[in-house]
């Protein structure tokens, strides 16, 4: 795996070039990479994950070019929480900007094989759209893959629903802000070839690097972290509400001394209870974030606002030394005139005296 320093390197080349995948577990994130650059990270099986840190490739050449893949978790991370995964992205996301690393652009994954888009992939869609932002989205490539599991005529329905539908809209806003959806065939000249359609990108970087290196936000104040913040609450009620249905339930079993049924309810409260858990720990600790971050901005507003009143402190002082002297160059100025006129009159009566000592030194010659 490199590290920061050498993403840095690769990317100050002149044909250096970074590309982020992303998508759902399960889409075949690790997998396209170890194709695409003869890599050896861990892949995972079915619906269990295995890239639940960030993960980054050997670089491959391609065209006379450098180019390193970096591999990230999804959002319904089998072993993480998702706050989880949006602070380990986020942080290598900003830490790299940061750095002096630019995406070039980034490879977003989805299974043509899947029958329906779950509410599972809108939710990834959706975070994924907030950490790039609207005006990065030209960089994006949309890539279907799993051809091999579908009829090609049911997966090119289902791949002119993806691009076209509005009602719910899949990815056609995506592709309406300038991405583009290419076809994966499971090769590695399909792998490059949609590798090269983003090297004729300019870099740029995401939504969230901008706000959180340039802007100086925290993760709780970003775009994606206000979607999560959101996605939690919708979370959080749904599971409060299907808790009163079972609990409804349970005491209708209870009534009806069926404990077979009364077992599983009980079995299905105790996941829920676990998922409400893990819902409210990830509210608390985005609301840390956020507060935490309140507390620091109130603080250095004291701050400055302590240096403000030092600085204006230290500002009368100069004013009120700078109009003293003024008065004393005035008081200076006003005595030495006094004095000048003093002498110009001395010397006009010694003058004067001079005259008419001369005047009666005459009178008596004559």
Known sequence: MMTGDALKAIASEDSGAIIAVMGATGTGKTTFINLASGSDLRVGTGQCSCTSEVQVAQPLQLDGRSVTLVDTPGFDDTQKSNFDILNLISQHLSESYGG????????????????????????????????CGDTTLKNVVIVTN?????????GEARETELRSLEHPPLFKPVLDKGAVMLRHS???????????HILKNHPEPLQIQREMVDEKKDLSQTAAGEELNRELEMLRKQHEKEMNQLRGDMELAIKRKDDDTRRELEAECRQLQEKLKNV????EKLNLRFFGTMERLEQLWWNDRDERAEEKRRQEIVWTKEKEEKEERKRMKLLQKEKEEQEREKKAEQESKMLSSALLLAALIL
């Open 100 to 131: 002096g690393t630019t995406l070039a652009g980034v490879v977003y994954l989805h299974r043509i094989s899947d029958f329906r888009f779950t509410g599972m992939a809108a939710k990834n869609l959706r975070m994924f759209r907030q950490l």
């Open 146 to 154: 799993m051809w091999g599991e579908v009829k090609t005529e049911t």
């Open 186 to 196: 499971d090769t590695l000249d399909s792998a490059h070839d949609i590798l090269r």
């Open 280 to 283: 409210n720990a990830d509210t």
